[in-house]
């Protein structure tokens, strides 16, 4: 199944991503209300199911506001494809289970093009321009957490381990 | 493979119990976790599920965990007002005594000002400017709730120990010219991703000049070039702070890069002709020298936040104001970073002159620094702000301009009703 591209550009800030007077909610779905409310407005309303963010440099730059990549899996985005990531945005996600691809081809991405992703071997292809681009898997120490099911889950192993010999 | 180490790599190397060096992926003991009432919420419902098969559902050590209200205090909403109800239940739960309500101050200010932060100490804030501690030489870090969730279950938690980028700053700060102005020059050069997923250790004899409140400015915003941790290597300056509230301290001199340690980048600069900076919108990496933006008009000053709102930095402000009084048509907010910050500037008469000359003095806390509060910017309005950030519709309406300064340029520009060089007035 193909999603959208919705394409932005480089150093997207957690402020763009979900402005601080929301930062009262905890509920994805609600912070998803507002998502990327103050610089792209139509982004809450028209983002669909399994629709894709693409990016340019240092994607979720800012505070460490988690409720950025909440927003985002709360929108239903597939996955998140940037050049690169900032750090604790990158944390926050892989430990929420937000998928994310870096990928130094991200700019040939254009708004609208319909994506596939194979997100274990990190390819993606660009239905609409027949192109096919590779990306950076994530290290192996961090698909631990991403296959215990994010950090909760990978936590609670250790917790039950230690309580029960 | 050479044995010197980097202070990093030796903070990191305790936290493991085992040596290592940058790159390598570790779960790490943390000394000391802090959370606020924003990221806190999460936090607090990420460990209640990691615990929901436990019979003891409690957090690994309450004597290492620090809780601080500074974002929305007093609470502006019912949201804002029940987040600080779990939280305060939370605290009661789980026996956290290091509990800040609503009227101590920004946890960045009340983190090192208490004691809570110590050289050498692998520190987590879930707040992204927690690197302002490395201005103690302890490696602090902005993490995730989820982060800050697994924090309080088992005490430890992952990281990539990272390479370290070296700046050395040399040189004599010029008149009205201080630690606000370093940065942004820095931050400037470098770019907002410049020292993506490194640490930036901060050395040369220009940082070792500057008292730990200066100091604490250079390391808040570390995070703004992408990096991971602000440090600078503890020395006489630090100890001397740190006794002051741990009695007995001693410094232990080994903490520090060692010589031939290995940087990913070592950038020199000579600050001694440099003018005041400032970052324009939108973002912190657009700067320019402030003769370049001189007579911009504004609506709006900021002089506060964990960056520049402690009481050294209100005398600046309030020395370079004297008697004059805020320029008509411009609204000059001044937030002090912490009750303490706040009862030595009431006591030295600031809040008494800010007042008389037309500011309106708040009560500690975050302001509008993060937006969501009180104090926000409406379309088409321009600020001038001592805090770190200046993202687009960060203060309020997206249609607004911030541009950050150091609090003497802000103090200027507040008396003129336009951005002023400091130097000038």
Redesign the interface.
């Known amino acids: 199944m193909a999603g959208k591209a919705w394409k932005f550009g480089d150093?997207v800030?957690t402020?763009?991503v979900i402005?601080?007077?929301f930062?009262?909610?905890?509920d994805a779905k609600d912070l998803a209300k507002h998502a990327f409310e103050?610089?792209r407005p139509e982004f809450k309303d028209n983002v669909k199911e399994g629709d894709f963010i693409v990016a340019g440099?240092?994607f979720g730059?800012?505070?460490?506001?988690?409720?950025a990549p909440?927003a985002i899996k709360g929108a239903g985005v597939k996955c998140v494809i940037a050049k690169?990531f900032?750090?604790?945005f990158f944390?926050?996600s892989v430990?929420?289970g937000v998928p994310l691809l870096e990928c130094k081809d991200a700019d040939r991405i254009a708004e609208g093009d319909m994506l596939e992703v194979d997100m274990e071997k990190g390819i993606i292809k660009n239905v609409t321009k027949n192109e096919i681009y590779s990306s950076t898997p994530i290290?192996d120490?961090?698909m631990d957490?991403v296959r215990s099911g994010?950090?909760?889950e990978?936590?609670?192993k250790?917790?039950?381990r230690?309580?029960r010999g | 493979m050479s044995d010197k180490q980097t202070i990093t790599e030796k903070i990191f190397s305790r936290a493991a119990e085992r040596p290592v060096k940058a790159g390598d992926f570790v779960l790490a003991n943390i000394d000391r976790a802090m959370t606020h009432d924003i990221t806190g919420p999460l936090a607090v419902e990420g460990f209640y599920e990691i615990m929901r098969n436990e019979k003891e559902k409690k957090v690994w050590d309450p004597d290492k965990i620090v809780i601080l209200f500074d974002h929305q205090v007093p609470a502006d909403s019912l949201n804002a007002a029940q987040n600080h109800i779990m939280l305060r239940k939370f605290v009661a739960e789980q026996d956290i005594k290091n509990f800040y309500d609503i009227f101590e101050g920004v946890c960045h200010q009340v983190m090192p000002e208490k004691g809570h932060v110590l050289p050498g100490q692998l520190v987590v804030g879930s707040d992204s400017h927690t690197c302002a501690y490395g201005s103690l030489g302890a490696f602090a870090t902005g993490i995730g709730s989820t982060d800050m969730a697994a924090v309080f279950a088992i005490g430890k938690l992952w990281f990539r120990v990272p390479e370290t980028i070296r700046f050395e700053v040399n040189g004599r700060l010029g008149e009205r010219v201080y630690s606000k102005d370093i940065i942004l020059k820095l931050i400037g050069d470098i770019g907002a991703d410049g020292a993506r997923y490194k640490a930036c250790e901060y050395a040369g004899d220009a940082v070792k000049s500057l008292d730990v409140s200066q100091r604490m400015t250079i390391s808040n915003m570390a995070i703004e070039m992408g990096g991971k941790a602000g440090i600078i290597e503890p020395d006489s300056i630090t100890e001397e702070y740190i006794k002051e509230r741990v009695p007995g301290y001693k410094l232990d001199t080994d903490l520090k890069s060692d010589d031939g340690a290995n940087y990913s980048d070592i950038r020199k600069y000579d600050v001694s002709d440099m003018p005041p900076q400032v970052a324009c919108p939108h973002n912190v990496d657009n700067v320019v020298d402030v003769t370049e933006v001189e007579g911009k008009k504004i609506d709006q000053v900021l002089l506060g936040s964990c960056t520049n709102g402690r009481f050294e930095d209100l005398k600046i402000a309030a020395d370079i104001m004297g008697d004059r009084p805020v320029a008509k048509g411009v609204r000059l907010l001044v937030i002090p970073a912490s009750r303490t910050e706040y009862m030595k500037a009431l006591k030295a008469g600031l809040v008494e002159q800010f007042m008389n000359a037309g500011a309106l003095v708040e009560s500690p806390c975050c302001g509008p620094c993060m937006g969501g509060s009180f104090g926000l910017l409406g379309p088409g309005e321009v600020c001038i702000a001592t805090s770190n950030r200046n993202f687009k519709g960060r203060q309020g309406s997206a249609d607004a301009f911030v541009y950050l300064s150091s609090p003497a340029t802000a103090a200027a520009s507040a008396i003129k009703g336009k951005i002023t060089d400091p130097r000038s007035v």
């Open positions: 150093d800030d402020d763009a402005p601080g007077r930062l009262i909610l905890n103050g610089v440099e240092n730059c800012g505070s460490s506001r988690e409720h909440l690169s900032a750090r604790i944390r926050n430990n929420i290290p120490f961090l957490i994010g950090l909760i990978f936590t609670r250790i917790v039950e230690k309580n």
